[in-house]
């Protein structure tokens, strides 16, 4: 039991949560409820912008540096009266008057993480630190997006939430690994020490439209590389697995979590499991079956195998993922091509 409430999966505050504003109860307010989505220009952000502003009922703030992200992924939101768009660092404190903050800001991909690692673990300490302090002064709860890089090089296979990881504290992956556990020790923290509501989503991979483009990360990597014809480039040994989720589904998935009552952590994605080689023949056979497949060196710190056990999400939030890779691939590729000004051949 004291194990359980230490892998937070109680409610285990024995303080209420702070009064939200006044204002949130008079009658203007009563419709709407307003959220706020850090880091919501980004890949994941503003997909899940697109599933929030669907509900009439939600206004939406986002707030971004444009680290990662960018304007274009909300072109669509910039002037509709329930949206407003902030150029914001979390590394400073921001005051906003919000019922729910989805707290996403970091950048996600190794290059960029690794670019400027000081300011990761900035954004990932003094970033959440400062959306902890806002949602306790209104009242707001607060999702924030972990990442299954808690679990480090994992020595359990597949990853449960209550496995505690193994991650090198002092690599080049550390300011984003150990960053994001700091971020999850906070959130729990300011939860037991200060009531606040808090959820906690351990996301693993995941992929679909507005992924940056060669920014590292595998997927987008191999598809970039199979439109322009280029070899998809697999890192040795090409052994090591991973699991992809398709990003409507990890949205679908974080709104349950915020809806929800439970902390978290709370493990989303996809498990079905694919070696790095069993992804290159798929974005081969699916986008160019012209392209060669080529092995290249290693980055440090690379985790052999990566799966999640969705048990808790399955039965906490009723959530399980929809879209199969196969499935999921094309639907970039459309999105990829656009961007990168390489029609289809037909
Ligand atoms: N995509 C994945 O596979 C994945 C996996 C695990 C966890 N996550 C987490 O999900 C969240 C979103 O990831 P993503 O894939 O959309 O990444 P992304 O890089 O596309 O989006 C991150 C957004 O945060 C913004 N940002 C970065 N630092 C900021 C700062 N200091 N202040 C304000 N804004 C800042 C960026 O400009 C960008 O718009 C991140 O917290 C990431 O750690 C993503």
Redesign the pocket.
């Known amino acids: 039991m004291a194990q359980e409430v230490s892998n937070g999966n109680h409610n285990s505050s024995t303080k209420p949560p702070p009064t939200p504003s006044p204002l949130r109860f008079s009658k203007f307010f009563q419709s709407n409820l307003r959220i706020l989505v850090?880091?919501?220009?980004?890949?994941?952000?503003?997909h899940l912008v697109d599933k929030l502003m669907e509900n009439e009922k939600n206004e939406v703030i986002v707030?971004?540096?444009?680290?990662?992200?960018?304007k274009d992924?909300l072109k669509k939101w910039i002037g509709h009266p329930r949206f407003e768009l902030i150029r914001?660092?979390?590394?400073e404190p921001l005051l906003v008057e919000v019922d729910q903050i989805y707290?996403?800001?970091?950048?996600?991909?190794p290059i960029?993480?690794k670019y400027n690692p000081v300011?990761?673990i900035?954004?990932n300490v003094i970033?959440t630190l400062n959306m902890l302090g806002l949602a306790k002064r209104v009242g707001a709860r607060i999702l924030?997006?972990?990442?299954?890089?808690v679990y480090g090089d994992p020595l359990e296979h597949p990853q449960t939430e209550n496995y505690w990881g193994n991650v090198n504290p002092i690599g080049v992956r550390s300011c984003?690994d150990e960053g994001?556990r700091v971020a999850e020790t906070l959130m729990f923290d300011y939860h037991r020490q200060h009531g606040i509501e808090i959820r906690i989503a351990?996301?693993?991979?995941?992929?679909g439209p507005?992924?940056?483009i060669d920014?590292g990360?595998v997927v987008s990597n191999f598809i970039a590389q199979a439109i322009r014809g280029e070899s998809l480039t697999v890192q040795l040994p090409g052994t090591q697995t991973r699991s992809f989720?398709y990003?409507s589904d990890?949205v679908d998935g974080l709104i349950r979590l915020m809806e929800g009552e439970h902390t978290g952590p709370i493990n989303i994605?996809n498990p079905g499991e694919f070696t790095m080689l069993e992804l290159a023949e798929a974005v081969k056979e699916l986008i160019n079956p012209e392209v060669e497949i080529a092995k290249v060196e290693n980055t440090p710190d690379d985790p052999r195998q990566r799966k999640p056990d969705i048990s808790r999400a399955k039965e906490l939030l009723g959530w399980e993922p929809k879209i199969k890779l196969r499935d999921g691939l094309p639907l970039m590729e459309e999105d990829f091509r656009q961007r990168l000004g390489i029609p289809r051949k037909n």
């Open positions: 850090t880091g919501g220009a980004g890949f994941i952000g503003s707030v971004d540096n444009y680290f990662t992200g960018s992924n914001h660092d979390v590394t707290h996403l800001a970091c950048p996600a991909s960029f993480y300011k990761t900035k954004t970033g924030l997006t972990s990442t299954s890089e984003y994001k351990r996301i693993f991979n995941t992929y507005r992924m940056n920014d990360r989720c990003v990890m994605g």
